[in-house]
């Protein structure tokens, strides 16, 4: 999981720069857009959503990454779906790139068996992107991944992560950005570790705010990143229903 997972073997890094470019675009035009245009999302995952995808009871050695995915829900009803292209990481946005990330080296490294980025789900007024990337690990790494998401160098890379990916997805836009901070958020039932940050930013002379969300997982052998970015309010119940969806998929392995 870490850092090399995102970088090397599931294209997800790429696939949440492309969600906030989307969203950029649609802040940039409607510039000082009001909270009155954000969906609202509320409740648990039904079980039809849940089981519908429910992976099969199959052997540890037939596990697929596939079919530990968040897939759309009751709190995603009318968003689209754009599939991922897992076939080329041509363009993969590798962290180590950048200098202030060189400490992180230790996090980068991808011993999955499988690993997969599900499709993006986007709202009808493209103000909040769903995404989730799933791997199937050995036992060993996937314990020695639960302790070190508990290591402080995880937290203050994950920060750089999130503010590098907005960089990108903000890049050649109108925007003047603020600082990254971190939001006090809950970890949801079911899940390893959540990362929540509000990027200030203004555009057109109108403040908004950007919204990102990372949520862990680590259980048996599959191992999930769920990443949420939403603009002018945080989506915290969406957070928890795609969290519930995931955690009981990983749990039926």
Not at 72 to 90: I, L, Q, R
Not at 161 to 166: D, F, I, N, P, Q
Not at 171 to 192: H, I, V, Y
Not at 194 to 221: E, I, K, M, N
Request: charged share 20%; hydrophobic share 40%.
């Amino acid at each position: 999981m870490g850092l090399g997972t995102i970088r090397t073997r599931a294209r997800f890094a790429p696939v949440a720069v492309g969600a906030i470019v989307a969203l950029v675009l649609t802040l940039d035009g409607c510039g000082s857009a009001t909270d009155s245009s954000v969906s609202t999302v509320t409740g648990r995952p039904s079980a039809t959503a849940i089981n519908g995808a429910k992976p099969p009871n199959a052997s540890p050695a037939a596990l697929r990454a596939a079919d530990y995915l968040y897939t759309k829900g009751p709190e995603t009803a009318g968003f689209t779906v754009t599939a991922a292209d897992n076939s080329d990481g041509s363009n993969d946005f590798d962290p180590s790139t950048y200098p202030d990330m060189a400490h992180c080296d230790a996090l980068m490294s991808d011993s999955s068996v499988d690993t997969v980025t599900g499709p993006t789900l986007s709202s009808a007024n493209s103000l909040i992107s769903v995404v989730s990337t799933a791997s199937i690990e050995t036992t060993t790494q996937v314990a020695r991944d639960v302790e070190l998401v508990k290591e402080p160098v995880f937290d203050d890379c994950m920060r750089k992560l999130a503010t590098h990916l907005m960089e990108e997805g903000l890049s050649g836009n109108s925007f003047q950005l603020g600082a990254m901070t971190t939001r006090d958020t809950e970890t949801p039932p079911g899940a390893l570790k959540r990362y929540s940050f509000a990027l200030p930013a203004t555009v057109q002379g109108s403040p908004v705010s950007f919204y990102v969300d990372f949520v862990f997982f680590a259980t048996g052998r599959v191992e999930d990143i769920l990443f949420v970015i939403s603009g002018l309010e945080p989506s915290d119940q969406l957070v928890t229903a795609a969290t519930a969806q995931l955690a009981e998929k990983i749990k039926k392995q």
